[in-house]
């Protein structure tokens, strides 16, 4: 005769099965309606798919959208409605009331939840198994792609389960449980990303976009599926939402919050079970947690917007406010939170932070200074930023190697180090990014916002043949292999030119590269005129440079083929342009567009000037004058600077 507690045991799968049996039926049908309902679909349609594409059944075609929507939303509603009854007084009382141990408890729930959750996914994978056999689904997917997408769900669903029963057990309302559970989803990095920002207001040379870049998706499982990119055409490579490395990982990670979830829930007290934190020695460190990322996040929002250390320290003060009394008032649940007590807390708080912001500067002031040596460097990148550093790479574009072009990077650098300033105003900075391979196999990264006219030895590295190759990505693409070269006309009435003959094509890259190769310093700093647009296409690839008035050999071929004035804004084609000098009422932080929007400028209309300005006018923005061009009657269409030592008479003798 089976005991009374071995019945109970089995009532307890039957009332999970009754409380959260719904929420599984969800996923079963959703799963259903996105996957084998989506294949019969298509199937049966006369444009069916007829390539197979490596993305299998993350395919978009499967709705991976809604996959994730699933996947992301029933793990954490069946945590919740799973467990709780610890979060309402009376249920936990009568259930912890009851003749079984809290862990027999915590594991009978947990087994439900993890079986409920699965099932739904197995019978899906089954029917797309059997579904393989009676039709030709070759160009969906293959047995492994049905494999991998069962496993990439099962792992993040129990993962995603876990973790917010970890969550449960921590707090005392279950609304505040869901919500915990996305914020420790993302929290990783979430605080990664927030530090490095602050870390790129404070540390000379550090780069925070190199940091985000390179590790930001793997701090969270949330982000590792969103960051997912599909192969859209055949034999394209995308990448998968996660490697099976990945996946271990977090069932290891899951197998760790399961341990620390059911030691929580066997000790806390009952009676916290309306609480927001019901786990007392826990309440500190949420209420400063919240704090401490709020200041990092008023510091970076007003740092980055108002670069200016006022800004920022009014950033992290009005931040850490907003989290200290934000996070009382969760902890306390109400909004009468405001007692000398709380206020010796941020006092406390502030304290610290004053001292750990005063700490950065001697604690990094070793990354500050360091310069590789010579002897130590294999190789060298000078450009804009690191995704375009990581383009080069995916070109096999050659860095700088010549000892002497390394040594003058290594001057750039230097020179940097000494003058660059963290948090400077000046509306002509420009990223300098750097990035040093070692010749252990080390990498060494270094930023700055820089105005490149105050840098010295920055000539030397311009007018090296090897920085030429390196800063033009379409010098390393093969004549032979292009599709097709479009010349792109500024004017948007004009039609651009597009040429597939690979003769002519071959000859075109002749002339540009003799034209790259021969630019001087000032050419490449202050371009004159308004570039023309060289587009090249390489089967799904697409290659883009300016073409400006200095290209003399490429722009002569252009004469001698009948497309120069096609290509190049020519007066004929400018209605009119409108000129303004800097020092009339320009606001530094405001767009050179929505100034001369907002401010009535020195109207001109004849042809000749015209053709005067379009040959002088720069595309950067530290010019005296600011131009703005017409090419239609109603709206400017360019805007472009002009400096007064290149301007016209008539300009200058206007402005006096």
């Excluded at 320009?586 to 000749?608: H, S, V």
Aim: with cysteine; proline share 4%.
């Amino acid at each position: 005769m089976p005991s009374k507690t071995s019945s109970f045991k089995k009532e307890i799968f039957k009332q999970d099965f009754r409380n959260v049996g719904w929420v599984s039926l969800v996923y079963f049908a959703g799963l259903v309606f996105i996957l084998p309902l989506q294949l019969m679909m298509d199937m049966s349609s006369p444009e069916s798919r007829e390539v197979y594409l490596e993305n299998g059944l993350f395919d978009p075609m499967f709705l991976y959208g809604m996959q994730l929507i699933l996947l992301l939303i029933i793990p954490v509603l069946m945590a919740i409605f799973l467990f709780r009854y610890v979060h309402v007084r009376g249920a936990g009382d009568f259930i912890h009331s009851l003749p079984i141990k809290r862990s027999s408890l915590f594991n009978y729930h947990m087994f439900s939840g993890i079986l409920l959750l699965l099932l739904p996914i197995l019978i899906t994978g089954a029917i797309l198994f059997i579904t393989s056999f009676i039709w030709d689904v070759g160009n969906y997917y293959t047995l492994g792609d049905l494999s991998y997408w069962m496993a990439v769900f099962s792992v993040f669903s129990v993962f995603l389960f876990v973790t917010s029963i970890f969550v449960g057990s921590l707090t005392g309302l279950s609304a505040v449980q869901g919500v915990l559970t996305y914020i420790l989803l993302l929290f990783p990095a979430g605080i990664y990303v927030l530090i490095s920002y602050n870390l790129d207001l404070f540390v000379k040379g550090f780069s925070d976009e190199m940091a985000t870049a390179q590790v930001v998706e793997r701090f969270s499982p949330v982000l590792e599926l969103l960051m997912y990119q599909p192969a859209m055409v055949n034999n394209e490579e995308g990448n998968l939402p996660a490697g099976f490395t990945v996946l271990l990982i977090y069932l290891g990670i899951a197998v760790l919050l399961y341990i620390a979830a059911l030691f929580i829930y066997n000790y806390r007290n009952l009676e916290n079970g309306s609480q927001a934190i019901a786990v007392l020695p826990l309440k500190p460190v949420f209420k400063y947690g919240v704090t401490f990322c709020f200041m990092l996040l008023g510091g970076a929002y007003f740092g980055r917007s108002q670069p200016s250390h006022y800004w920022l320290y009014m950033g992290y003060a009005v931040g850490a406010v907003i989290g200290f009394v934000i996070s009382d008032m969760l902890l306390q649940k109400t909004w009468r939170v405001f007692s000398v007590k709380q206020l010796k807390g941020m006092g406390a708080y502030a304290a610290v932070m004053i001292v750990l912001i005063l700490t950065i500067p001697i604690a990094a002031s070793g990354y500050e200074s360091a310069l590789p040596e010579k002897s130590d460097i294999k190789n060298v990148y000078i450009g804009t930023s690191f995704h375009d550093y990581q383009r080069k790479l995916e070109l096999e574009a050659p860095l700088i190697n010549k000892p002497g072009n390394i040594e003058a990077v290594r001057k750039v650098h230097k020179s940097l180090i000494d003058k660059a300033e963290v948090m400077e105003e000046d509306s002509q900075n420009r990223s300098i990014f750097l990035a040093y391979q070692l010749s252990n196999g080390e990498k060494v990264f270094r930023e700055y916002q820089v105005n490149y006219k105050r840098v010295p030895y920055m000539e030397e590295v311009y007018n090296s043949e090897e920085y030429k190759l390196l800063t033009n990505d379409v010098l390393h693409v093969e004549p032979s292999e292009v599709d097709r070269m479009t010349l792109d006309s500024p004017t948007p009435q004009v039609r651009p030119v597009m040429i597939n003959d690979p003769e002519i094509i071959k000859k075109a890259f002749k002339l540009m590269e003799k034209d790259i190769l021969s630019q001087t310093y000032l050419n490449m700093m202050e371009p004159r005129g308004l570039a023309a647009s060289f587009n090249v296409e390489v089967g799904y690839e697409y290659y883009h440079t300016e073409l400006p008035l200095s290209y003399t050999h490429f722009n002569q071929w252009l004469k001698d083929e009948g497309l120069y004035d096609r290509v190049f804004v020519q007066a004929k084609d400018v209605h009119k342009i409108e000129i303004l000098k800097k020092n009339q009422g320009i606001n530094p932080e405001e767009d050179l567009y929505q100034t001369l929007i907002r401010e009535k400028g020195f109207e001109i209309t004849d042809k000749k000037k015209i053709a005067e300005t379009i040959s002088t006018a720069s595309e950067s923005s530290g010019g005296t004058y600011l131009v703005g061009f017409y090419f239609a009657d109603e709206e400017i269409s360019r805007v472009t600077t002009l400096e007064a030592s290149k301007a016209p008479n008539w300009m200058t003798n206007h402005f006096k």
